[in-house]
């Protein structure tokens, strides 16, 4: 089917053969801007445009919104500052959509005289829909929204943009990582509220739109706080602000507690520290209401006791992200931008995407699989498997972060667990006992990667703050901040004689740096990938770095000259993980494509391609050589599973669910007794003891 594109058009689907629509006669535009074929209205700004859900066709027909822009305007100087204005916020949502939780802008152009600006199709379902399919949430899945949203907020609120209408419906929990999408604002917004002014027009929605912004139509941080904390109340209670609008303006808002207890439901708990929070979101004066984002996540993550008044909560499979593997703007940046990074380290530090919660079972298996002696003279393929005995996983969960976290890594002597997290704060846990020895603070954004030196004595983290740094794992203290990079750090890797430290960057940047660990200096960049690197890693003798990139391909650096050696090429999707064997001939990769694929590094010839996951495969990593004798190869996916490979053969060993939800991270301890994974939900990090 064919979309009119005539804004005013009653019945705008028209069979492909059509030249003119079938209801209003106007001449159909079977590709806008060239490329982009409209085939489904989305939504309907009542003859002011448009949005169309539209096949890119120079994307094998990869979907994507194409929002029509149709001001009614008189005359050509009202229309030339239109197009002008409209230029101008394109630009500035372009710079918005380097953030994984906005959709990436594509296009923007002038057709017909009509505005068009093409944004990233997200692939999910919206808070409104999910409400009414699953539910009411609970405390616990309001703050983890609120700890998912507000860096959002904050990220566009600091380059002077309000989003104006933030309700569920213009919040997408997006299939292939489970993160919350922002969309519906930019370009068109600004320039309908522009242009539209002098008539009364405001744009925003009854009930979840604040006073200030209602009344005079001006709109400020805080007013978009307003909007979020009325978006919690829907969630919490489901009731709609807009409903309650109607019968008494904005009478709700100081009476809110009232609607949490619904007839023929029980009472909804709400803790008292949640409770202030959303009673300084929902205030009428905006003096009285927060003021930033940041105000909002310091009293979530500093006034709030460690949910301890929140009951435990398991999410259902309606609230978690079904298996999807559309390119999104996680294949730009996911971090959450996280979210799918491989967050890697020295150590097996592995970055996962989504949202993940631990089953308090333990989980069996019992399979043969091979064990890799070290050093090895041939590649892994010559290597054979001998059994292991049936292995049981204890699970215990480290409780302390309070925002998802991104990524976790042992440090070399197995006494230490570092854990990264949205908090912005970094963890060090004592294995042993299980108890915290001391958090790290310093950085100002998401940290999405930690790795331990091979001696155990200092920390390296990166984050979405641009900055690297290196933590004195005795004292806590910082040693120093590497700077350089012009994008979010994705991952670190010492190298093996903890001399060097490797670092790769996200699309904006796309580039590698060697860093001098002793000085902090930068000893060279390599770049030649042509988006965002997510993992970097030394082989094991610390000759060779190999680096997986967005741009779906692999590339072999020599460390000691800075020169590619060879570029590996073979996978539909990006590259998320790569991982070297202990034979250092062998290196693993996981991608978006849902596999995995072995690779001869000396060659550069692919061994096997793995197939068995159903999602996108954010994680490998091989058991280390010394450790027991357990399953070579391991990988994380999105479809919410773990799997164990034989690496000799090609063949699936085992799998182990991991739960309702997807995985953030997850490491392995040197002995390989030990399996640490991180995530969101009311378990966000847990480790496994296995006993033989």
Same mark, same amino acid.
Request: glycine residues 8%.
């Given at each position: ?7 005013? /058009? ?10 003119? /629509? ?40 990869? /979907? /994507? ?141 009854? +009930? ?127 971090? *959450? ?86 908090? *912005?704060?970094? *963890? ?8 915290? !020895? ?12 930690? +790795? ?40 670190v890797a010492f190298s093996p004689d903890g001399k060097t430290l490797a670092s790769g960057s ?16 930068? !000893? ?29 391909? !692999? ?46 590094? *000396? ?8 197939? +068995? ?80």
């Open positions: 089917m064919l979309c009119c594109v005539n804004p005013d /058009c009653q019945k705008p689907l028209n069979p492909d053969k059509n030249n003119y /629509c079938h209801s209003c006669k106007a001449e159909l535009i079977p590709l806008l801007g060239g490329r982009y074929r409209p085939t489904q209205v989305l939504s309907d700004e009542g003859g002011f445009g448009r949005t169309y859900l539209a096949k890119d066709v120079h994307k094998l027909n990869e /979907c /994507c919104v194409v929002k029509q822009f149709a001001p009614k305007l008189q005359g050509t100087g009202p229309l030339t500052k239109a197009v002008e204005l409209f230029k101008q916020e394109a630009s500035r949502l372009q710079e918005l959509a380097e953030h994984p939780q906005i959709p990436t802008l594509l296009a923007y152009f002038e057709q017909n005289s009509y505005l068009f600006l093409v944004q990233q199709f997200i692939d999910g379902q919206n808070l409104l829909k999910e409400c009414e399919t699953r539910g009411t949430y609970n405390e616990t899945e309001i703050r983890q929204l609120l700890l998912d949203l507000l860096p959002v907020l904050k990220f566009i609120h600091q380059r002077g943009v309000i989003h104006r209408d933030i309700k569920p419906q213009n919040i997408i929990r997006r299939h292939s990582d489970g993160r919350l999408v922002l969309i519906d604002f930019g370009a068109s917004k600004v320039l309908t509220a522009t242009v539209q002014t002098k008539m009364g027009t405001v744009i925003g929605s009854h +009930g979840y739109t604040a006073l200030e912004q209602m009344q005079d139509g001006k709109a400020y941080p805080a007013s978009d706080l307003f909007s979020l904390g009325a978006t919690c109340f829907h969630l919490l209670t489901g009731v709609r602000p807009s409903q309650l609008w109607i019968k008494q303006g904005y009478g709700w808002v100081a009476s809110w507690r009232q609607y949490l207890t619904n007839p023929g439901r029980n009472e909804i708990s709400v803790s008292i520290e949640l409770g202030e929070v959303l009673d300084k979101l929902l205030q009428l004066e905006i003096q009285k209401r927060y003021q930033s984002a940041d105000e909002v996540i310091t009293d979530l993550t500093s006034q709030l006791s460690p949910l301890s008044s929140v009951p435990p909560t398991i999410l259902t499979p309606t609230f978690t992200a079904t298996a999807a593997n559309k390119g999104s703007v996680s294949s730009k940046i996911n971090i *959450k931008l996280k979210s799918q990074l491989l967050l890697g380290s020295s150590i097996l530090a592995l970055g996962l995407g989504g949202v993940w919660y631990f089953q308090t079972r333990p989980h069996t298996i019992s399979e043969y699989s091979p064990s890799i002696p070290e050093p090895l003279s041939e590649p892994i393929q010559s290597q054979k498997s001998k059994s292991v005995s049936e292995n049981y996983f204890l699970p215990k969960p480290l409780k302390g972060h309070y925002s998802d976290v991104n990524s976790v890594a042992f440090s070399s002597d197995g006494t230490t667990l570092g854990s990264a997290s949205d908090d *912005k704060t970094i *963890k060090l846990w004592n294995l042993a006992s299980g108890q915290e !020895i001391r958090t790290l603070k310093g950085h100002s954004n998401w940290i999405w990667t930690v +790795g331990f030196s091979p001696d155990s004595k200092t920390l390296a983290s990166g984050s979405a703050d641009m900055k690297i740094k290196l933590w004195n794992l005795e004292t806590g203290k910082l040693i120093r901040t590497l700077e350089g990079h012009s994008d979010g750090i994705t991952s996200a699309s904006k940047d796309m580039k590698i740096k060697l860093w001098k660990l002793e000085t902090g200096k930068l !000893i060279r960049t390599l770049e030649g990938h042509i988006n965002g690197v997510p993992s970097v890693v030394f082989s094991p003798d610390g000759k060779t770095l190999a680096s997986g990139s967005w741009d779906k391909t !692999i590339k072999l650096w020599n460390v000691e000259t800075g020169k590619l050696i060879r570029t590996l090429e073979g996978n539909a999707e990006s590259i998320l993980s790569v991982a070297f064997a202990p034979d250092g001939v062998t290196l693993a990769s996981g991608s978006r494509d849902k596999t995995i694929k072995l690779w001869n590094v *000396k060659t550069g010839k692919l061994i096997h391609t793995l197939k +068995g996951h159903n999602d996108k495969v954010n994680s490998v990593a091989f058991l280390p050589s010394k450790s027991s004798d357990g399953v070579t190869l391991i990988s994380g996916s999105s479809d919410k599973t773990i799997k164990f490979w034989n690496p000799v053969t090609g063949k699936e060993i085992r799998t182990l669910e991991t739960g309702s939800g997807y995985i953030y991270a997850v490491a392995i301890s040197p002995d390989g007794q030990t399996i640490a994974g991180g995530g969101s939900g009311e378990n966000i990090l847990k480790i496994w003891q296995m006993i033989n």
